[in-house]
């Protein structure tokens, strides 16, 4: 297959380079506003699909059919210019056009240069881009706000600092691939987790479903999360500060710095803590007699679950220079520390274990639009991560939920003793070049290569002759992700389509279990592979409305934590395989101004995955550990779908829904087995399935003084029940569920001097409903915070 994509590309390509050496004439000259050229006029022969657009000093070139034409030249603010023309074949016609400007009544429209966020969302791909600078006022990180996209659910094992799984489109966890700034964030450690992150570090968030643009270079077979940081060149200064329930504590710092020569200075700095002690109704388990009353709930409090967390970014260089749009170097360096209150269940409970993580991480980053050449554009990114993490598990006691505990024999809460220190290394480069041939074609070439590497110490099996060591097993994979793709815009730049192929290669070394879960027998295994992916993407836009279609043959390569395990509740295996799937999505935007003030925008979307080798994430029942397995056929149906209308800049209502039918079909209880499984067909465990939100904001301008803003802010989210076991195994009674929940949220924010100072109020979960989440497990009820908020910018620099 992917030999006839790239004959296609290339006879496509031959045919395009042979038809510009027939017999044509050509129509160049220059677009000005006075003596001001005008970059990006569209230059156009009436009634056909053949045109261009000008560059910085407002040149163009057009090559037209020999013969008689009504020329138009168009440019937003400006009146059309046509003129009459006749050329003949092989001839030259010098033209220099001066447009006019229009002359616009206050009451006319002005139509205003596309922003990024109407960039991303008009290309082929199943893409939805939030503007994360209408939330710098609340206490949200990237993980919250993520929650609020059509088709994401968001779940975390607890409050601050927990652990967060994405699922998107049906896909969950390392499905789904997280970038910043187009860098993935696989090997940050988990201090730099979305859950840690301020909502204040994005400038917006680009989701892509299921069929992900090579420039991203992943294996992202559910999708891509990109997070964007600002990048403008203004000088600033952004500080926050919150306080709220269970002692959270949170600050945040922003800073930025361009001067005339493009030189620049980024930092920025966060913190969160919480004591997380909030309390939760659950079973709790006499100590004496080993045994946990079924259905005798209580109300308890958390009592070994503090966390804090610090991060420090900060970014050097030059932006806008004649050799580079974009050179930074960076540096970026954080610390946690966790204590660990319970499994990833709830039935098994910690009172002194806890773990501590530090990163290191450099970072290069360099961009330049028409490098040599015009149309030939590159970017290059590099980082060097260093991970060091320490888990603490040496007390010879058990818990329960009531803080009391009783004296063991052996040590360890959770199995075996561990002082076990580990440092994990990340290396990444990324490479992209894109080549401009003409306005309606285009190449471009990508390549990702990490490489991770884990070394193990345990201090605790040193000095326990009951916990021997570990055998001494290397622990390393390399990645590689090369992409080529052809892009195609129509003359009318109304049909954009994409082609590519994507060809994956992966080396791991690690432990391999031989024996079983009672007695296991770790041996080093190393394996190499090498699978092709491609796909296409498809758009066409009408006045109103723009219609998607995408495919991709997918791959998604197993992660560091699959592979090995994270040293504290999750086991791993070097024998995972790459899952593989086949994505479809159907989408259509509609956004039309309804009236002279006020928009109606409606999204929509269907996909289909049809997936073999799935990762399945397994969790132990009694012990509440974790571990990860190949698991077979999956297919999974779905809509997604969000509205929202805006009235002036006084009031804004929206919602979105997602459902979803994600079922096993793995037809056999075993591989080489020709027994049917019993949960054939059953919808898959522990995914949600039907999920959403709705949100209103209004607006009081000038309230209280010229410049200041008072906004109201209220939020409904639902999640339909959830089974977290196969649906067909057990009586209907009395399965185990994450039930339906229903809660609201309100905000009020009062921004005075257009922002420069910000106070804003929170209230969380408001009709403290029972909220819970992955395998049960509670989170935090009814909250409150209120946030201090100072901005300042100096104009931005031309």
Known sequence: ????????????????????????????????????????????????????????????????????????????????????????????????????????????????????????????????????????????????????????????????????????????????????????????????????????????????????????????????????????????????????????????????????????????????????????????????????????????????????????????????????????????????????????????????????????????????????????????????????????????????????????????????????????????????????????????????????????????????PDNPPEPDIARRSKKNTLGLSYRYISPNERWTTNLFGKQYNMDVTGPVNTGDTSHPNYIEENSDYSIMGYGIATTYNFKYLQLKASFEKAYRLPTDTELFGDEVLESGSASIKAEESYNYNLGATFNKNISKNSVLSVDASIFYRDTHDFIRRLVDQREGGAMSENWGHVRNIGVDAEVRYSYRNKFTIGANATYQDMRNYERYSRSNSEQLSVTYKDRMPNIPYFFGNADATYYFHDLWGKGNTLSLGYTFNFMYQVYQNWPSLGDKSTKDQIPTQLWNDFNVTYAIQNGRYNISFEAMDINNELLYDVFYNQKPGRRFFVKFRYFLTSKKRN
Do not use: C
């Open 1 to 464: 297959m992917k030999g006839i994509i790239l004959l296609a590309i290339v006879y496509y390509l031959a045919g395009f380079l042979y038809a510009q050496n027939s017999s044509e004439a050509i129509i160049k000259g220059t677009v000005k506003a006075g003596n001001t050229p005008l970059e990006y006029s569209t230059i156009y022969l009436n009634k056909t699909n053949i045109s261009t657009s000008s560059n910085k000093k407002g040149e163009f070139v057009l090559r037209v059919p020999p013969g008689q034409h009504l020329l138009g030249v168009r440019y937003v603010g400006y009146k059309t210019y046509e003129k009459r023309i006749d050329v003949g074949a092989g001839k030259v016609l010098v033209l220099d056009i001066n447009l006019q400007e229009e002359n616009r009544s206050l009451d006319e429209v002005v139509v205003e240069a596309k922003s990024p966020i109407q960039i991303v969302k008009e290309t082929p791909f199943n893409v939805v881009a939030l503007d994360a600078k209408s939330f710098y006022n609340t206490t949200l990180d990237l993980g919250q706000l993520l929650d609020k996209v059509s088709g994401i659910k968001i779940r975390e094992t607890g409050g601050v600092g927990s652990n967060l799984n994405i699922t998107l489109n049906g896909f969950t966890g390392n499905n789904v691939k997280v970038f910043m700034d187009g860098v993935p964030m696989q090997g940050f450690g988990s201090a730099f987790q979305l859950n840690n992150i301020p909502v204040g570090l994005a400038d917006r968030i680009e989701v892509y479903k299921g069929v992900v643009p090579i420039e991203f270079g992943s294996d992202a077979m559910g999708g891509v999360i990109n997070i964007v940081t600002n990048q403008n060149r203004n000088s600033y200064l952004d500080f926050s500060t919150s306080y709220g329930s269970f002692n959270t504590f949170r600050t945040n710092l922003n800073l930025g710095y361009t001067a005339k020569s493009g030189f620049t200075v980024q930092v920025n700095a966060y913190q969160n803590s919480s004591d997380n002690d909030y309390k939760v109704k659950t079973e709790v388990k006499n100590l004496q007699t080993g045994v946990t009353p079924l259905g005798e709930y209580h109300w308890v409090r958390r009592f070994n679950d503090a966390y804090h967390n610090e991060a420090i970014v900060g970014k050097i260089g030059f932006v806008k220079t004649k050799w580079a749009d974009r050179f930074l170097v960076g540096a970026t360096f954080g610390h946690e520390y966790a204590e660990v209150q319970q499994g990833y269940r709830m039935t098994t409970v910690f009172g002194e274990k806890k773990k501590t993580a530090s990163s290191n991480l450099y970072s290069l980053n360099y961009e330049k639009r028409n490098l040599l050449l015009k149309g030939l554009n590159v970017k290059l990114n590099a980082n060097y991560n260093i991970s060091n993490n320490h888990n603490t598990d040496t007390i010879n006691r058990s818990y329960n939920w009531f803080g009391e505990y009783i004296t063991k024999n052996s040590k360890g809460e959770y199995g075996s003793p561990t002082l076990s220190r580990f440092k994990n290394k990340n290396q990444s480069v990324t490479a992209n070049i894109g080549y401009r041939i003409t306005q309606q074609h285009s190449l471009m070439l990508n390549n990702v290569y990490t490489n991770f590497k884990r070394s193990n110490k345990n201090a605790a099996a040193i000095v326990d």
